[in-house]
């Protein structure tokens, strides 16, 4: 069983188009994130939730729009798309308490091609 | 602020070479956490190895081995008898005590050849 999916593994769309990108966790974890890679190979923290709230926004602009509707998902929603916005998008999970810090499981990784 | 320096971009080695990739890090936390990653070219992120602050001995695992230095915040992973199977992106990571997100550095491109 895959432990963090996510959907589409490819995602190709025009300039100013909305979309999403899903990702699910069946390892129980309590807290999932979003990361972005570009095309540089530059990975950096986009969101971070814990209990389905959220805890870390890191400077994302508005048109990003996570969505928790349970502790096992974290979607990713993305309004008027621009061609910055290309590039692999991670999501991942972890579990949080007084033993923390334990690896964070990735997924496969989404890859935005805007055009 | 917390910063991770990967200074290598991109290593060439010949197949069983031995091979280092090193990494630095800055953190004003005292509790923080590192990690290696590995991106081989399908893309995925492959977890090595963990390390607190508080454990500072040397750890191998088979061909990897990784030493953990707090004197000079540095936190290298050594490849023994590369393989062409090793050419990877390699990424080290920082994690603080707050709320577990990752600080990678730019990672290493290490490519392998015959």
């Known amino acids: 069983d895959t432990a963090v999916s996510q959907t589409p593994k490819y995602l190709v769309t025009q300039m100013g188009n909305d979309k999403s990108i899903k990702c699910e966790q069946n390892?129980?974890?309590?807290?999932m994130y979003w990361y972005k890679q570009d095309s540089k190979k530059f990975l950096k923290i986009m969101f971070s939730?814990?209990?389905?709230?959220?805890?870390i926004n890191e400077t994302v602009p508005n048109r990003f729009s996570p969505k928790s509707p349970d502790k096992a998902h974290l979607n990713l929603h993305i309004n008027s798309l621009e061609l910055g916005d290309s590039a692999v998008y991670f999501c991942?999970?972890?579990?949080?308490?007084?033993?923390?810090?334990?690896?964070?499981?990735f997924g496969p990784g989404t890859r935005l091609t805007v055009l | 602020a917390q910063k991770v320096t990967q200074a290598q971009t991109e290593i060439s080695v010949v197949e069983k070479e031995d091979v280092t990739l090193d990494c630095v890090y800055e953190?004003?936390?005292?509790?923080?956490?590192l990690f290696w990653y590995k991106q081989p070219p399908s893309g995925e992120l492959v977890f090595l190895i963990r390390?607190?602050?508080?454990?500072?001995q040397n750890e191998i695992s088979g061909r990897y081995s990784w030493n953990f230095q707090k004197s000079t915040s540095s936190f290298n992973f050594t490849i023994t008898a590369s393989q062409v199977v090793d050419s990877a992106v390699y990424f080290c990571?920082?994690?603080?005590?707050?709320?577990?997100?990752?600080?990678f550095g730019k990672g290493t491109m290490l490519l392998v050849s015959p």
């Open positions: 953190t004003r936390d005292t509790t923080y956490y």
């Open positions: 390390r607190n602050s508080f454990d500072e």
């Open positions: 390892l129980g974890h309590d807290t």
């Open positions: 939730y814990n209990n389905k709230e959220l805890i």
């Open positions: 991942a999970s972890s579990q949080l308490g007084l033993a923390s810090h334990n690896e964070q499981f």
């Open positions: 990571a920082l994690m603080n005590s707050g709320y577990s997100t990752l600080t």
